[in-house]
């Protein structure tokens, strides 16, 4: 299990190697962004400070949401945002269904906040949210509180649906928050984002990281109705949290190249369903067990345990996740990402070989 202050994320695949450990848009950096950096490198952004209220970042985000510009707080992606959230509301507990992103974990303990784990429930090939147990734990605790859910989750790729977030709000007293972190929401091929929804209880986050396939871009935003909370974290963030060249992609993204980034958002999710339709059914067919997932990876489950797995598969030049540093995971579960029905296919043939090996 991840420790209190180890971080433990996946990209960080040898030079020489095919990379599934990292979850991202398989089309890769669109063409619009490299034409967009190659523009401003010898521009003189970077000797100038952002807006230090990233007002027209702010703008750009609500019309392309369709959401209020008064409510979007700017983060230099959303994993900021718990370092932020915690000391202002000063919960009781940070309620966590697991497993997922283990920085959360991270930040509880650093600022001595409990850390109460809630399990997802195993179905079969799929996870879901126990409703259920989340009312029960919400009775027992009490008031002041703070639950996060990772929708669609990492590192299963499960994807709880409005209704169940519906549902978790209904048992959230007032006074007590639900955040959910839609990091790889825009990713989903049947994800459906609850920045809908209008309820003081509820923050969304949401980060540009994964959907731009820029993970060293650190770009993301918070949102919520509850206009008390997102003054608070947006007077304890840095002043310049987004540097100038993160803040200039978005207002461009957002702004005169908008339609280019529906069109590529559009593909992604198109290959995604289409990898994931091909993958899942595969794996399977290897005799490992692969979850049912709405996200750009697969949660597996094998016989090898790794580090064992894990070398195998070195030895063909791949790399996956090893998921042991996810709550309830062990060293029998790995995260792969998608990268393309051609990348896929190799991943397979080593895979297969992986499991051949074993039975000789």
């Not at 850390?115 to 008031?143: A, M, N």
Request: charged letters at 25%; proline letters at 6%; glycine letters at 6%.
């Amino acid at each position: 299990m991840q420790g209190r202050g180890v971080r433990v994320h996946g990209g960080q695949a040898p030079s020489d190697a095919l990379d599934f450990s990292a979850p991202r848009n398989p089309l890769g950096i669109p063409t619009f962004i490299q034409e967009l950096l190659s523009s401003v490198l010898s521009a003189d952004l970077f000797t100038r400070y952002p807006d230090p209220n990233y007002r027209r970042f702010r703008e750009v985000i609500a019309e392309f949401y369709g959401i209020e510009p008064g409510y979007v707080v700017p983060l230099n992606g959303s994993a900021e945002a718990i370092q932020l959230l915690l000391p202002i509301v000063k919960p009781r507990a940070l309620l966590v269904f697991e497993p997922t992103f283990g920085d959360h974990r991270i930040a509880a303990h650093a600022l001595g906040v409990a850390y109460v784990p809630i399990p997802l429930r195993v179905k079969g090939t799929f996870f879901t949210v126990d409703t259920e147990l989340y009312s029960e734990i919400v009775k027992s605790i009490g008031e002041g509180f703070v639950a996060l859910l990772s929708n669609p989750n990492n590192p299963t790729g499960a994807l709880a649906g409005l209704s169940i977030v519906e549902e978790l709000l209904e048992h959230t007293p007032r006074g007590s928050y639900l955040i959910v972190d839609e990091a790889f929401i825009e990713l989903s091929p049947s994800g459906r984002s609850v920045l809908e929804l209008c309820d003081d209880r509820l923050i969304v986050l949401r980060s540009f990281t994964k959907s731009l396939a820029v993970p060293g871009l650190r770009i993301g935003f918070l949102y919520s109705c509850n206009r008390s909370v997102v003054e608070l974290v947006d007077s304890l963030r840095q002043p310049w949290n987004l540097n100038s060249l993160a803040e200039l992609v978005i207002k461009e993204v957002l702004g005169k190249l908008v339609d280019e980034y529906r069109k590529y958002l559009e593909k992604a999710r198109r290959i995604i369903a289409e990898e994931l339709e091909f993958l899942i059914p595969a794996l399977r067919a290897l005799g490992l067990l692969a979850f049912d997932s709405q996200a750009p990876f697969i949660l597996l489950k094998h016989a090898i345990p790794h580090p064992e797995f894990g070398r195998r598969l070195a030895l063909r030049k791949i790399y996956v996740r090893n998921a042991s540093s996810f709550l309830y995971l062990d060293q029998h579960y790995s995260r792969i990402s998608i990268l393309g029905r051609d990348l896929d296919k190799m991943l397979l043939e080593v895979l297969a070989w992986c499991v051949e090996e074993d039975l000789r």
